[in-house]
């Protein structure tokens, strides 16, 4: 079992940056692959961007290539992701997801824990 607690969201303006952390806690951490989800009202759950149990592969969904950078830190079981030049269309409720699979995969069904989702709103 793995618990996972995000912090980190809020209010910012179109432009601005946030850096939501998501800790983990139950299992080893470096065994999870960890992805970053997001959810707009009205809208299904998404895929943001992963990143491989070293931290050394990332893989991004076109709408925040070159704007969002996950990187995680194993010895603080910690993933983060930093969020730059924030748009309107952002606005959502994040969450991370650990998945303890091999290879990076953007199908939320194939996580198997979640956090409880930390609220992002990009104001124009």
């Known amino acids: 079992q793995v618990q996972l607690v995000e912090s980190g969201g809020g209010l910012v303006q179109a432009g601005g940056s946030l850096r939501l952390s998501c800790v983990a806690s139950?299992?080893?951490?470096?065994?999870?692959?960890m992805g970053w989800f997001r959810q707009a009202p009205g809208k299904e759950r998404e895929f943001v961007g992963a990143i491989s149990r070293s931290g050394s592969h990332t893989n991004y969904a076109d709408s925040v290539k070159g704007r969002f950078t996950i990187s995680r830190d194993n010895a603080k079981n910690t993933v983060y992701l930093q969020m730059n030049s924030l748009k309107p269309e952002d606005t959502a409720v994040y969450y991370c997801?650990?998945?303890?699979?091999?290879?990076?995969?953007?199908?939320?069904?194939?996580?198997?824990?979640w956090g409880q989702g930390s609220q992002v709103t990009v104001s124009s």
């Open positions: 997801a650990a998945d303890a699979s091999w290879v990076i995969r953007v199908s939320p069904d194939e996580y198997d824990y």
């Open positions: 139950g299992r080893t951490f470096s065994v999870f692959i």
